[in-house]
């Protein structure tokens, strides 16, 4: 008696076929390697030249606050009228801390550029949202805390008899006042800055 075998052709799948499957994997991995890294360097330009418009806001306020002197045209034999900045000691703190925060950013300006050309790099971006949150922390009190001595100069405090003097000291109020109000915007100017960091730290 003869077996009888019986034989199945299997076609396999030739090698070249299994080459054309494998770039296709990749080519879907960079698209979307593409996408996301075009995305965070947009955020990367957008931070880039939030941080020149700070860096204007700052040294406004520190300029502005450091010029904001002013002698009243009248005086006698012993008494000259006279308002300036460094008479007050929060007033000197804040064009100190304006200057500072203006220095930051101008020196932060070359690794918002690392970020622009690597955007997908992690490091430079938490390296900018640290020293942006701590920054940040100190351009508010120097606002809020010149704000307060702000008020008092136009209002006063009946209850501690401390008069206003803002009647009397126009121009020194004004140029302080604007100096608070560019601190401010400074102030928005960083809370942008932290969001953006956060927001190009996320995974996609």
Known sequence: MKNESTFIDVPAES??????KAPLIGVARDHTATGSGGYKRGLAIFDFLLRLA????ALVAAATMGTSDETLPFFTQFLQFEASYDDLPTFQ???IAM???GGYLVLSLPISVVTILRPLATAP???LLVLDTGILGLNMAAASSAAAISYLAHNGNQNTNWLPICQQFGDFCQKSSGAVV???VSVLFFTILVVISGVALRRH
């Open 93 to 95: 703190f804040f064009v």
């Open 54 to 57: 700070a860096i204007v806001a």
């Open 15 to 20: 090698s070249s076929a299994m080459k054309g």
């Open 125 to 127: 971006r938490l390296l």
């Open 99 to 101: 200057a500072l925060v």
């Open 182 to 184: 560019s601190a401010f």
